[in-house]
Nanobody
């Protein structure tokens, strides 16, 4: 499975926002489905969102509850995850994966980007 590069993580206060970005190494993500996932300390990895290939259909986990938005940037070469109204429980390592939005279908994980929500 081709690994992608995540960026944009950091430390943010509760209620704040972050925008994560996901890029291919030397190729465009335009034609691929991309899933965002996260793993909080001591917890299993979970799916956050999915943008489908072709029709760019969007799906979100229930816990997102309208706070996060995923999409392709204007050039469609990268995929973003805009996170608003962040909560301490959103603290996790965030990953993007090419071609699947199902945790069990992921063969290998990239390094991810750390998001810490704390005052």
């Amino acid at each position: 499975q081709v690994q992608l590069v995540e960026s944009g993580g950091g430390l943010v206060q509760p209620g704040g926002s972050l925008r994560l970005s996901c890029a291919g190494s030397g190729f465009s993500l335009r034609l691929y489905a991309v899933g965002w996932f996260r793993q909080a300390p001591g917890k299993e990895r979970e799916s956050i969102s999915c943008i489908s290939a072709g029709d760019d259909n969007l799906r979100y986990a229930d816990f997102v509850n309208g706070r996060f938005t995923t999409g392709r940037d204007n050039s469609a070469t990268t995929v973003y995850l805009q996170m608003n109204r962040l909560k301490p429980e959103d603290t996790a390592i965030y990953y993007c994966v090419l071609g699947t939005c199902v945790v069990e279908m992921v063969d290998s994980w990239g390094q991810g980007t750390q998001v810490t929500v704390s005052s």
